[in-house]
């Protein structure tokens, strides 16, 4: 993952962070990408709180509803259907 320091942030940048700070955003885009913003604590702030983050998320509406979806979808591949289509050799 990379980090980006901002030196300024513009006014619609700010807003979508403040609801990301809240509650987490889903950003979905006209092409169909799908993009997950959220607050994550500074890594200096303490220890990592996985729990409180699996919470978090699984109070995020937006994306449980996106992994739903997902998840009635039919077509299925195994691993030997994906290593074929990517052309790659059994390990």
Excluded: H
């Amino acid at each position: 993952m990379r980090t980006i320091e901002l030196t300024t942030i513009a006014q619609p940048v700010e807003e979508l962070l403040d609801l990301a700070a809240a509650e987490g955003v889903l950003l979905r885009l006209p092409n169909g990408k799908v993009f997950l913003l959220t607050a994550v604590t500074d890594a200096a702030e303490g220890e990592d709180d996985f729990a409180d983050e699996v919470a978090r998320t699984r109070q995020n509406a937006a994306l449980m509803q996106l992994l739903r979806e997902r998840s009635q979808e039919q077509t299925r591949y195994s691993a030997q259907q994906v290593r074929e289509r990517l052309g790659l050799d059994k390990p």
